[in-house]
């Protein structure tokens, strides 16, 4: 489903269809394709926990987490109840005390620079292609 789908929203999924070009879905290549999934994922663990209990499960020195929440903003896209905006303010309090290490991916808003003050923060240029627009 997320496949077709468009941005990968749960909340209001929308999909679309072209004369331009080939659908992304195959029947012909859905056997081909979740074999290359099955070897890309076999050491792979996917928790369904919420941001909080999964980082406390997981959280040592060694280890790398990838913070990718919804957009000041946009807490709702995908779905009412999976983030607020109290949620910014849980995740900075847990990543201040953090052992591991971490990467958060989130668009640049005052509220959010406030909210992560202390913390390294780099700007990226980014091209959203779920839009087909470029930030300024």
């Not at 859905?30 to 999934?37: G, Y």
């Not at 913070?67 to 303010?89: A, K, M, Q, T, V």
């Not at 668009?107 to 087909?132: L, M, Q, V, W």
Request: net charge positive; hydrophobic share 35%.
């Amino acid at each position: 489903m997320l496949k077709n789908s468009f941005s990968a929203r749960i909340k209001n999924p929308s999909f679309s269809i072209s004369t331009q070009r080939l659908s992304a879905f195959n029947l012909l290549r859905v056997e081909k394709e979740l074999s290359a999934i099955h070897l890309h994922l076999a050491w792979v663990y996917i928790e369904n926990k919420g941001y909080e209990d999964l980082i406390a499960s997981f959280d040592r020195p060694d280890t790398f987490f990838y913070l990718d929440p919804p957009y000041n903003g946009c807490e709702n896209y995908y779905g009412d109840g999976f983030f607020s905006r109290e949620d910014f303010e849980k995740l900075s309090g847990i990543l201040r005390g953090l052992k591991g290490k971490f990467i958060l991916s989130i668009n640049d808003h005052p509220r959010i620079r406030e909210t992560f003050k202390g913390f390294r923060i780099s700007k990226e240029k980014t091209r959203y292609t779920a839009g087909h627009t470029s930030p300024k």
